[in-house]
């Protein structure tokens, strides 16, 4: 009996192929999928080399695949579901199909399945939690143009915003404008919002200027300093309220933090533990138990009525 998983994020696409026993026996990667993104045709196409790559390792055509399931990026709107569904069956994939946001996925992953919630940070941000009887909550998630505090996203933004406002006389000094015009291969810093596009800027270039706020911020600039600590106090925010419409206690709630932005003993991470801590949640921001594309693993056992308490993907 084979199982699929993929975790199909802003940036790149992971899937990965188990057999019953959780032994993960093909895996495979290609580009984003998030529908919003980059379109159905690019998402089909990334998703479909992804879980092609990983059977092809595997060894196993798509029919001997009895679940799987998909952790997206950007998955919200009901007309989705319809679209993700001919994409599986495209595939050749006719086992179960469970189709899930990115979210869910990290929490199943993160949390093992259990109580808590996942707070992610990577071109795009959001937290999820679910109680044990199955109630869920988010927060955040909600787009570059509405939300997404604390995402890479936000950071290049935000960098750009106060290196222009710098060369305008209307902000203080930073590091930020040197580091982005070699970054951006640009002369000065006025040229940023042409190189960018930034009308129609993608996501996930605009995020890739991220680890510039976080070189500068490790050389002591007070301008990338500051917009950590919105950024960690954005995710803290979003956490909480998740575990307050929960009925979970901080003091006592697992909160695990993931997305590329929030890996251990990152700037960001750092003050968001901090953050989080001020906030009353007791153990702060923890490692995630397992990969969000393990998540996916487990939350397709349980579709064949598997305990994920019982089943370990991996290997």
Same mark, same amino acid.
């Given at each position: ?125 959001? *937290?999820?939690? %679910?109680? $044990?009887?199955?109630?869920? =909550? +988010? #927060?955040?998630?909600?787009? @570059?143009?509405? /939300? ?126 901090? *953050?989080?801590? %001020?906030? $009353?949640?007791?153990?702060? =921001? +923890? #490692?995630?138990?397992?990969? @969000?594309?393990? /998540? ?20």
């Amino acid at each position: 009996m084979w199982l699929l998983g993929v975790d199909g994020g802003g940036s790149h696409t992971a899937c990965w192929v188990a057999d019953e026993s959780g032994r993960v026996r093909g895996r495979g990667e290609a580009g984003p999928c998030n529908l919003g993104s980059v379109g159905p045709e690019a998402a089909e196409a990334n998703l479909g080399a992804a879980a092609r790559a990983a059977m092809a390792q595997a060894g196993v055509r798509p029919a001997d695949v009895a679940a799987s399931c998909f952790g997206l990026a950007g998955f919200d709107r009901p007309g989705d579901r319809a679209a993700l569904q001919a994409m599986a069956l495209r595939l050749g994939l006719t086992g179960s199909l469970r189709i899930e946001n990115d979210a869910v996925i990290a929490w199943a992953g993160g949390c093992r399945a259990r109580p808590g919630a996942v707070v992610l940070a990577g071109t795009g941000s959001i *937290a999820y939690g %679910r109680t $044990g009887d199955g109630r869920s =909550a +988010r #927060a955040g998630g909600w787009g @570059p143009l509405f /939300g997404d505090e604390g995402s890479g996203f936000t950071l290049g933004r935000r960098a750009v915003t106060a290196a222009l406002q710098a060369a305008d006389g209307r902000g203080p000094a930073t590091a930020l404008a040197a580091l982005l015009c070699r970054g951006l291969d640009i002369p000065t810093i006025e040229d940023a919002v042409s190189a960018i596009r930034w009308h129609d800027a993608d996501p996930a270039r605009v995020a890739a200027l991220a680890p510039l706020v976080l070189r500068a911020a490790a050389g002591g600039d007070a301008v990338a300093l500051d917009i950590l600590t919105q950024a960690a106090d954005g995710l803290a925010e979003m956490a909480v309220a998740v575990l307050a419409r929960l009925g979970l206690h901080p003091a006592a709630a697992l909160v695990v933090a993931g997305g590329s932005l929030l890996g251990e003993d990152t700037p960001l991470r750092r003050r968001l533990d901090a *953050a989080l801590r %001020r906030r $009353g949640v007791a153990g702060g =921001a +923890r #490692a995630p138990l397992l990969a @969000p594309v393990a /998540g996916a693993l487990l939350l397709a056992w349980a579709t064949l009525g598997g305990n994920p308490d019982t089943w370990t993907p991996g290997g």
